[in-house]
T-cell receptor, first 113, second 116 residues
């Protein structure tokens, strides 16, 4: 049972434009959300996170938005750069499970010149 | 230079053979995790350990075994009972016992296991 869902397997965006990656979750007990970026044959690297008590967190070109009522979060990348081309994973934590992350299946972002 | 080291990078398993994937971390993290990645499947949790000498099964533990004798090390054995072991295996670690920002997991570079 997939508790974290990324329904778009791929996204293609022109360099300089905004990339919006979406993520939905089903478990209302999740209280912290993370985005990871992964290049082929490498481990995921942490990108940005947000607590359930917030609705927005920003770090440079990356902003994560959380809509708790809709159980939806999104990652905005502005402006997009070719080096952003990677697979992006959304992940969520339930406080009671002490750090066990639940991952979505990932979205392949391609940024073209 | 702190981090997580997985070895080998590539591993081949013969039918009926057990193989062990190594994961070492020098981040002084309490918790360690093993994930499996298959194409289009995302990351699925195999086993995790919050402290030394203790570990729990994840979602797909069948055919795998682990040990946690040292804080720095969390090896994963893929046994002959795992009928479809071909995948990319990722080890991660984090500070245990809290949620929020301290629960960011840091990943190794992975081991690709293939069956001969």
């Amino acid at each position: 049972d997939q508790q974290v869902k990324q329904n778009s397997p791929s996204l293609s965006v022109q360099e300089g434009r905004i990339s919006i990656l979406n993520c939905d979750y089903t478990n209302s007990m999740f209280d912290y959300f993370l985005w990871y970026k992964k290049y082929p044959a490498e481990g995921p690297t942490f990108l940005i996170s947000i607590s359930s008590i917030k609705d927005k967190n920003e770090d440079g070109r990356f902003t994560v938005f959380l809509n708790k009522s809709a159980k939806h979060l999104s990652l905005h990348i502005v402006p997009s750069q070719p080096g952003d081309s990677a697979v992006y994973f959304c992940a969520a934590i339930r406080g009671s499970t002490l750090g066990r992350l639940y991952f979505g299946r990932g979205t392949q972002l391609t940024v073209w010149p | 230079d702190g981090g997580i080291t997985q070895s080998p990078k590539y591993l081949f398993r013969k039918e009926g053979q057990n193989v062990t994937l190594s994961c070492e971390q020098n981040l002084n993290h309490d918790a360690m995790y093993w994930y499996r990645q298959d194409p289009g499947q995302g990351l699925r949790l195999i086993y995790y350990s919050q402290i030394v000498n203790d570990f729990q099964k994840g979602d797909i533990a069948e055919g795998y075994s682990v040990s946690r004798e040292k804080k720095e090390s969390f090896p994963l054995t893929v046994t002959s009972a795992q009928k479809n072991p071909t995948a990319f295996y990722l080890c991660a670690s984090s500070i245990a016992g809290s949620t929020g920002a301290k629960n960011i997991q840091y990943f190794g570079a992975g081991t690709r296991l293939s069956v001969l």
